[in-house]
């Protein structure tokens, strides 16, 4: 069982940075995705960005602003977000897709995540 563990969220202004960072508590191979989904008051859960086997995804709202990393060794995974939008405030969750060889931006497939961290865009 792996368990996913989120950090470094918290109120920044607007332009401002922050990095998320998601630990887990077992080695993810790095062919499996990990990703990054975020909900906003009253919206859905979406698809922020994701990381497979080094190659990187992104949503076309954060793309450009957001950087999505992997530490293998760590079994670490990192959002640095720079230029922050008051738009951008959500609950963060890391996600992992254990078994899957694909990234998807729907929810289904991901079957691990972490318990949210809230990061808020005062403008």
């Known amino acids: 069982q792996v368990q996913l563990v989120e950090s470094g969220g918290g109120l920044v202004q607007a332009g401002g940075s922050l990095r998320l960072s998601c630990v887990a508590s077992?080695?993810?191979?790095?062919?499996?995705?990990m990703g990054w989904f975020r909900r906003a008051p009253g919206k859905e859960r979406e698809f922020v960005a994701a990381i497979r086997g080094g190659i990187t995804f992104y949503s076309d709202t954060v793309k450009g602003r957001f950087t999505i990393s992997r530490d293998n060794a760590k079994n670490t995974m990192y959002l640095q977000m720079n230029s922050l939008k008051p738009e951008d405030t959500a609950v963060y969750y890391c996600?992992?897709?254990?078994?899957?060889?694909?990234?998807?931006?729907?929810?289904?497939?991901?079957?691990?995540w972490g318990q949210g961290t809230q990061v808020t865009v005062s403008s």
């Open positions: 996600a992992a897709a254990l078994g899957s060889s694909y990234v998807s931006v729907s929810t289904t497939p991901w079957n691990y």
């Open positions: 077992g080695r993810i191979l790095s062919t499996y995705p």
